[in-house]
């Protein structure tokens, strides 16, 4: 059988944008040494939940698509929170962290709600296939 070539792009299409979700959840794990926060107890914010969002990404770009939606909705949760953790951790002075919380924690969100919204279209495609 020849594989559906609309499937392929919607699950390439998941897959690079759980790429970049992995990229922006790097990027928050590094952030604390980058701005020389990294003696803080808050620094531990951006490690766990950025350390969570890269095995949610990695998962999603390993997975089937029904797999990856799933994980979607922790990424989504976790862009949530880093999105507010300056005002929750009380880092909301110090303007390069705060900026790049909201950054992240944006871009995050927008890529999860990216991914949620081409699940339904790639798994319809595999569902269709069989």
Do not use: K
């Amino acid at each position: 059988m020849v594989p559906d070539q609309n499937q392929h792009s919607s699950t390439d299409a998941m897959r690079m944008t759980a790429g970049l979700n992995l990229l922006v959840a790097l990027w928050f794990f590094v952030s604390p040494w980058v701005y020389g926060a990294y003696r803080m107890p808050n620094a531990w914010n951006s490690w766990i939940v950025g350390g969570v969002l890269a095995i949610a990404a990695l998962v999603e770009l390993s997975s089937s698509v029904r797999t990856a939606a799933n994980w979607n909705w922790l990424s989504l949760i976790l862009s949530i929170w880093v999105f507010f953790s300056p005002w929750i951790y009380g880092y909301s002075m110090d303007t390069g962290r705060f900026i790049n919380s909201l950054c992240v924690g944006a871009v995050g969100f927008v890529l999860s709600v990216i991914i949620a919204m081409m699940a339904p279209r790639a798994s319809s495609t595999v569902a269709h296939r069989m």
